[in-house]
């Protein structure tokens, strides 16, 4: 009797045992292909990023290209073999300084006028690209993206296009192929399954060899016929090409796992959405079998070893020692987490002495080339001073021995126009030295004046009036009065530029004081504005002048200085009927009352 009794009793210890231990390891596995999920949907954010990064380096070029003269010129003057010349080695030497496979130019007919590999034999340089998306998509909306296999070079690329608008009507379309081949070869050496698949589901770029160019699932009629019209993927069988999966399109959703080549996998999926891509990872579930196998066994065992033994204080031991362990783990994280967080500050404090660093010496470079584009009513300033001292020495030497009255005349003059060579080399000297970064109360008048000795010979030199309004005194404002000078100079030297065509160029400064700020307007009657470059003017690297000139730094500089001196720089303009540039700083005593309250 008590025999059978512990028979049974082990009998249904045993069946227990199996019991937690079968649902324990169907739970467990369930719950690994849930964290292994949720690690693939985690490294299918970073790859997209990693995608999309090595993508969006390259997007400024169409921009940076669509400025140069030597590019408008090969597309305006076609015929024109130097022109065209000259826009090869251009965007040769842009391919290889920004990492891109290839640049090249296209007309309005999707014939290539230029192009990075010109010397090459499988060069670009005359061929029809009209048939391919990209052309098409940037002749009507602007910019194109497409991935394809070259028709020219046989090598697949993603091809980025931009519209060009330049003047005159001429119209172009500037493409970069950018080659994603490392991405590919970067993806082989990882432990999960990369790929990625255009809208048709079609796979061109994977870690995995054998599915490169294959359909996820059979493709339809109409995505063979879109395929074969664009010749995405020259030389492709899709008529021999097995799909990866089956017709069950739920098996990139659920958390389940798919047979794929004799291989369990599971597989998940995210949209781009921008490029109509997406990107997928798959990796095998063999270890979460093994995972739910041992958990189950574990469970089985511990369940049954708990029935026969019953020894609460194991358990309760056990328990301390899994608080004990998560507290070290907890201070371990703690511990981990502050020494990051400590780097974490170093490197950013770092960041931002090297990007105050470099934001001084872009003023610098900006304050130098506004000197450049002064130099010649400089040269001419100084040098005529000169000529006439010249002249008044000769003339006083001959007369000093008849005529001493008129001798002192001559050499008082000479005097003059020392003292005028002078005050020019002393604005020079004040306006070319870095500024401390101290802000101190300044004069606006003084700056005023100083930026207008400045560019006056650059006034005279191109016949324009320069003007000046400041009735009364100026409250001082907090600021630096280098930096103010370098505002004022560029807006001045914008203005000129822009009355430099004008008969009767007029550029007027005036300056008023209200109670809270002090307003200082340059104002010209040049070629004005539309309403498209007032929203782009504060951006670095914009610039309208035609002939190279400049960085397309200066407004966006100048505001950096007004915004550091708490205040604005606004434009108003119209298409020929000049520009209105609006610099407003508070003043020192208000500014003094805001920060003490």
Same mark, same amino acid.
């Given at each position: 009797?008590?025999?059978?009794?512990?028979?049974?009793?082990?009998?249904?210890?045993?069946?227990?045992?199996?019991?937690? =231990? @079968?649902? /324990?390891?169907?739970? *467990?596995?369930? $719950?690994?292909?849930? +964290?292994?999920?949720?690690? &693939?949907?985690?490294? !299918?954010?970073?790859?997209?990023?990693?995608?999309?990064?090595?993508?969006?380096?390259?997007?400024?070029?169409?921009?940076?290209?669509?400025?140069?003269?030597?590019?408008?010129?090969?597309?305006?003057?076609?015929?024109?073999?130097?022109?065209?010349?000259?826009?090869?080695?251009?965007?040769?030497?842009?391919?290889?300084?920004?990492?891109?496979?290839?640049?090249?130019?296209?007309?309005?007919?999707?014939?290539?006028?230029?192009?990075?590999?010109?010397?090459?034999?499988?060069?670009?340089?005359?061929?029809?690209?009209?048939?391919?998306?990209?052309?098409?998509?940037?002749?009507? =909306? @602007?910019? /194109?993206?497409?991935? *394809?296999?070259? $028709?020219?070079?046989? +090598?697949?690329?993603?091809? &980025?296009?931009?519209? !060009?608008?330049?003047?005159?009507?001429?119209?172009?379309?500037?493409?970069?192929?950018?080659?994603?081949?490392?991405?590919?070869?970067?993806?082989?050496?990882?432990?999960?399954?990369?790929?990625?698949?255009?809208?048709?589901?079609?796979?061109?770029?994977?870690?995995?060899?054998?599915?490169?160019?294959?359909?996820?699932?059979?493709?339809?009629?109409?995505?063979?016929?879109?395929?074969?019209?664009?010749?995405?993927?020259?030389?492709?069988?899709?008529?021999?090409?097995?799909?990866?999966?089956?017709?069950?399109?739920?098996?990139?959703?659920?958390?389940?796992?798919?047979?794929?080549? @004799?291989?369990?996998?599971?597989?998940?999926?995210?949209?781009?959405?921008?490029?109509?891509?997406?990107?997928?990872?798959?990796?095998?579930?063999?270890?979460?079998?093994?995972?739910?196998?041992?958990?189950?066994?574990?469970?089985?065992?511990?369940?049954?070893?708990?029935?026969?033994?019953?020894?609460?204080?194991?358990?309760?031991?056990?328990?301390?020692?899994?608080?004990?362990?998560?507290?070290?783990?907890?201070?371990?994280?703690?511990?981990?987490?502050?020494?990051?967080?400590?780097?974490?500050?170093?490197?950013?404090?770092?960041?931002?002495?090297?990007?105050?660093?470099?934001?001084?010496?872009?003023?610098?470079?900006?304050?130098?080339?506004?000197?450049?584009?002064?130099?010649?009513?400089?040269?001419?300033?100084?040098?005529?001073?000169?000529?006439?001292?010249?002249?008044?020495?000769?003339?006083?030497?001959?007369?000093?021995?008849?005529?001493?009255?008129?001798?002192?005349?001559?050499?008082?003059?000479?005097?003059?126009?020392?003292?005028?060579?002078?005050?020019?080399?002393?604005?020079?000297?004040?306006?070319?030295?870095?500024?401390?970064?101290?802000?101190?109360?300044?004069?606006?008048?003084?700056?005023?004046?100083?930026?207008?000795?400045?560019?006056?010979?650059?006034?005279?030199?191109?016949?324009?009036?320069?003007?000046?309004?400041?009735?009364?005194?100026?409250?001082?404002?907090?600021?630096?009065?280098?930096?103010?000078?370098?505002?004022?100079?560029?807006?001045?030297?914008?203005?000129?530029?822009?009355?430099?065509?004008?008969?009767?160029?007029?550029?007027?400064?005036?300056?008023?004081?209200?109670?809270?700020?002090?307003?200082?307007?340059?104002?010209?009657?040049?070629?004005?504005?539309?309403?498209?470059?007032?929203?782009?003017?504060?951006?670095?690297?914009?610039?309208?002048?035609?002939?190279?000139?400049?960085?397309?730094?200066?407004?966006?500089?100048?505001?950096?200085?007004?915004?550091?001196?708490?205040?604005?720089?606004?434009?108003?303009?119209?298409?020929?009927?000049?520009?209105?540039?609006?610099?407003?700083?508070?003043?020192?005593?208000?500014?003094?009352?805001?920060?003490?309250?």
């Amino acid at each position: 009797m008590i025999r059978t009794g512990h028979i049974r009793t082990f009998s249904f210890m045993l069946c227990l045992a199996l019991l937690v =231990a @079968g649902l /324990g390891g169907v739970v *467990a596995y369930r $719950v690994e292909l849930l +964290r292994l999920a949720e690690t &693939l949907d985690q490294s !299918l954010t970073l790859t997209r990023r990693s995608i999309e990064t090595e993508i969006d380096r390259f997007r400024y070029l169409p921009e940076v290209a669509e400025q140069d003269i030597r590019i408008s010129r090969a597309v305006t003057t076609p015929q024109d073999a130097r022109a065209v010349a000259a826009a090869n080695q251009y965007l040769e030497t842009i391919a290889a300084v920004s990492g891109a496979d290839q640049l090249y130019l296209l007309d309005q007919s999707g014939i290539a006028i230029a192009a990075s590999n010109w010397n090459t034999p499988d060069t670009f340089v005359g061929s029809d690209y009209s048939f391919r998306p990209y052309f098409r998509d940037a002749m009507s =909306a @602007g910019t /194109g993206r497409f991935y *394809a296999i070259g $028709v020219t070079t046989g +090598r697949p690329g993603y091809f &980025l296009s931009s519209r !060009l608008d330049l003047g005159g009507g001429g119209i172009a379309v500037l493409v970069v192929k950018i080659d994603l081949m490392p991405l590919q070869a970067t993806w082989r050496l990882a432990a999960v399954d990369t790929a990625i698949a255009d809208a048709d589901g079609i796979i061109f770029l994977s870690g995995q060899p054998d599915w490169i160019y294959r359909p996820l699932f059979s493709l339809g009629a109409q995505a063979r016929e879109r395929v074969a019209v664009t010749r995405r993927y020259e030389g492709v069988d899709f008529d021999t090409a097995e799909a990866l999966l089956a017709e069950q399109r739920s098996s990139l959703t659920d958390v389940q796992p798919v047979d794929l080549s @004799g291989r369990s996998l599971l597989l998940r999926r995210l949209a781009m959405a921008q490029e109509d891509w997406q990107v997928i990872q798959a990796s095998p579930v063999a270890p979460a079998r093994l995972t739910a196998l041992a958990t189950a066994a574990i469970l089985g065992l511990t369940t049954l070893a708990a029935a026969l033994l019953m020894q609460t204080l194991l358990q309760r031991r056990r328990m301390i020692g899994m608080r004990l362990q998560q507290s070290r783990l907890l201070e371990q994280q703690v511990e981990r987490r502050t020494r990051e967080l400590a780097a974490e500050i170093e490197t950013r404090i770092a960041a931002e002495k090297e990007l105050n660093r470099a934001q001084d010496a872009l003023i610098h470079s900006e304050k130098m080339a506004a000197l450049g584009r002064m130099s010649a009513a400089i040269v001419h300033e100084i040098s005529q001073p000169l000529a006439a001292m010249e002249a008044t020495l000769a003339a006083a030497a001959i007369g000093g021995t008849r005529d001493h009255r008129g001798t002192a005349k001559r050499i008082e003059t000479t005097r003059g126009h020392i003292r005028r060579m002078l005050r020019t080399i002393k604005h020079l000297k004040s306006f070319s030295r870095k500024d401390t970064g101290t802000l101190t109360p300044v004069n606006l008048d003084r700056v005023i004046d100083n930026a207008i000795e400045l560019v006056r010979h650059r006034a005279e030199d191109i016949g324009a009036q320069l003007t000046c309004d400041c009735p009364g005194d100026a409250a001082p404002v907090m600021g630096g009065m280098v930096r103010l000078e370098q505002v004022l100079v560029n807006l001045l030297l914008n203005a000129l530029d822009a009355v430099i065509t004008s008969a009767a160029g007029q550029v007027e400064v005036t300056r008023r004081v209200t109670p809270d700020a002090v307003i200082v307007t340059v104002k010209d009657n040049g070629v004005g504005l539309d309403a498209e470059a007032l929203t782009k003017i504060g951006e670095p690297f914009f610039s309208r002048k035609q002939d190279g000139e400049g960085l397309g730094l200066g407004v966006a500089i100048s505001q950096s200085i007004v915004q550091d001196f708490h205040g604005t720089l606004q434009y108003d303009a119209r298409p020929g009927e000049g520009t209105c540039a609006t610099v407003t700083l508070p003043r020192a005593e208000a500014r003094s009352r805001k920060t003490a309250a």
